[in-house]
């Protein structure tokens, strides 16, 4: 079955930590993704990556980070510098631009 | 600036009525537009993609590109399809083949 799993499906944390979203595939996607989901605002994007030891910045990367050491493995890590982390979080990939994203069912982040 | 707009938050229809859920996109050259939708407690998916012009669940987009519009339409509106729909632009200018998408509609039909 394959498809992107995203983990954990909820998520806590308290202000001044950092958090790691998992977000794996086996769709043998190069290009993967990160955005953000809050209401009203549609999806932002946050980081993406094209290629394994490589990615870019999107539009509201401060306070994120990523890696992607393996082209099957996007994890995102919500630091304490992001100011505003309570959100859905998606994770995306994809085969090329014509195709479109294939997307995970999503991570629910809460500050407590 | 490459930009998705959705001027309608909230869209609500009875079943059977014909809907249409606009978007409207900012680019002078050709893109690639796509729309999405997001069924209550479940992933965004893909709904179509013009470049295939395809035809899914009774839903058609056609780019206009003279007005830079692919609005969403369906003549016979089901409760079914009620959901979040989002519209998503890519270009060649679009580093990674990323997506610009709209603020979303929400879409409700009413029995």
């Known amino acids: 079955d394959g498809g992107i799993t995203q983990s954990p499906k909820y998520l806590f944390r308290k202000e001044g930590q950092n958090v790691t979203l998992s977000c794996e595939q086996n769709l043998n996607h190069d290009a993967m993704y990160w955005y953000r989901q809050d209401p009203g605002q549609g999806l932002r994007l946050i980081y993406y990556s094209q290629i394994v030891n490589d990615f870019q910045k999107g539009d509201i990367a401060e306070g994120y980070s990523v890696s992607r050491e393996k082209k099957e493995s996007f994890p995102l890590t919500v630091t304490s510098a992001q100011k505003n982390p309570t959100a859905f979080y998606l994770c995306?990939?994809?085969?090329?631009?014509?195709?479109?994203?294939?997307f995970g069912s999503g991570t629910r982040l809460t500050v407590v | 600036a490459q930009r998705v707009t959705q001027p309608e938050k909230l869209l609500s229809v009875f079943k059977g009525a014909p809907v249409e859920l606009k978007c409207n996109y900012s680019y002078s050259g050709s893109p690639e537009l796509f729309w999405y939708v997001q069924y209550s407690r479940q992933r965004l998916q893909l709904l179509l993609r013009?470049?295939s012009r395809e035809s899914i669940k009774g839903f058609t987009a056609d780019l206009n590109k003279g007005e830079t519009s692919f609005h969403l339409k369906k003549p016979f509106a089901q409760e079914e399809d009620s959901a979040m729909y989002y519209c998503a632009l890519s270009t060649i200018y679009n580093q990674g083949g990323k997506l610009i998408f709209g603020q979303g509609t929400e879409l409700s039909v009413k029995p």
């Open positions: 995306a990939s994809s085969i090329s631009r014509y195709d479109g994203y294939t």
């Open positions: 013009h470049i």
